[in-house]
């Protein structure tokens, strides 16, 4: 049964924080309505329960015979129904959280994407952001927007500056370990070469040399690249930033014509990510070149004090063979 007399009621989410006031004339413009206020999509299944005491609303006619200014509550997903709580001898309301379905035969856990328990902790307390790993932080970045900002209660607008946010975090904290490396690097430079002209040179056991192993990554035949590299460049935000300096000559070697082939990005798209590798592999390149005068100076003045020792131990020589 249809009416074609709007019905003024409101609806709330799951928390009660939030609650506007409508006029729909059916239970499916209600959801809709809902699903429009509450940032869900129009795919999103959601479930109509009076917030009084949580019963469904699942049948137009019941709908209709409800008084106006009825308060209803939409649930998303595995959102359900509980009573309000009070503290402070009921002077304030504390908002629950996503209370999740429980299932006779599946364990929740087990089919719950990974994102979702990190969205729950976030919807808790946002400040436990500042407690997760890298590795949390890159799941949310690649959970769906729309599914995401249901979880969080926002809206998708806010649910992407979230993810570019934490992108750039990501980014931060990849360069800030490439710079500890070449750091790390160059002071193990210095002490083998400080280790060389304290002791005599060994010839190496069994012709042995140093060499770099491959972290058995595969390589791509047409490319040249490593899937893993691969897979960087066509990230999200600044790739170039987690690239390793051979990886970043390749890129600016092959140019704009060999990286589109191998991205298979058009002109304009592929022109921005060369410009930035280019630029990144300069800064870099100018790091290096800081860190070699840094050492050649170091070796210097070393150069300068050994010569200095061995003049004054000349010295002594005459003196001793006198005696």
Not at 187 to 214: C, F, H, I, M, W
Not at 245 to 269: I, N, P, S
Request: aromatic letters at 4%; charged letters at 25%.
């Amino acid at each position: 049964m249809q009416s074609s007399v709007n019905k003024p009621c409101q609806v709330c989410n799951f928390t009660r924080q939030t609650s506007y006031g409508i006029a729909v004339p059916s239970l499916d413009d209600l959801k809709e309505k809902g699903r429009e206020h509450f940032g869900f999509t129009s795919s999103d299944p959601v479930t109509v329960v009076l917030e009084s005491d949580g019963t469904i609303v699942e049948d137009q006619a019941y709908f209709l015979c409800l008084p106006s200014n009825t308060k209803f509550m939409l649930l998303n997903n595995k959102e359900t129904w509980s009573p309000p709580r009070k503290i402070d001898g009921g002077t304030a309301w504390l908002a629950r959280d996503s209370m999740i379905l429980e299932t006779d035969t599946v364990d929740s856990s087990s089919t719950m994407a990974p994102w979702c328990e990190l969205a729950r902790q976030l919807k808790q307390d946002l400040t436990s952001i500042i407690l997760m790993s890298e590795a949390d932080l890159q799941t949310l970045v690649d959970a769906p927007c729309p599914e995401l900002a249901s979880s969080l209660g926002f809206q998708e607008k806010k649910a992407q500056d979230l993810q570019a946010t934490l992108q750039r975090v990501l980014d931060r904290r990849e360069q800030e370990r490439q710079s500890k490396e070449l750091l790390q690097l160059y002071l193990k430079t210095v002490e083998e070469e400080n280790r060389q002209q304290e002791e005599p040179s060994q010839p190496t056991q069994g012709g042995a040399v140093d060499v770099d192993v491959l972290d058995g990554m595969e390589v791509d035949a047409v490319s040249g690249f490593m899937t893993r590299t691969l897979r960087v460049l066509k990230g999200k935000t600044s790739p170039e930033t987690r690239l390793s300096t051979e990886d970043l000559q390749m890129v600016v070697a092959k140019g704009v014509e060999g990286m589109e082939q191998v991205l298979g990005w058009d002109r304009a798209k592929t022109s921005v990510l060369l410009q930035a590798c280019e630029a990144e592999l300069t800064t870099r390149l100018q790091q290096i070149q800081a860190m070699q005068s840094i050492r050649s100076n170091t070796q210097l003045r070393g150069n300068q004090q050994s010569s200095k020792k061995s003049k004054e131990g000349g010295a002594e020589m005459p003196a001793q063979g006198g005696v």
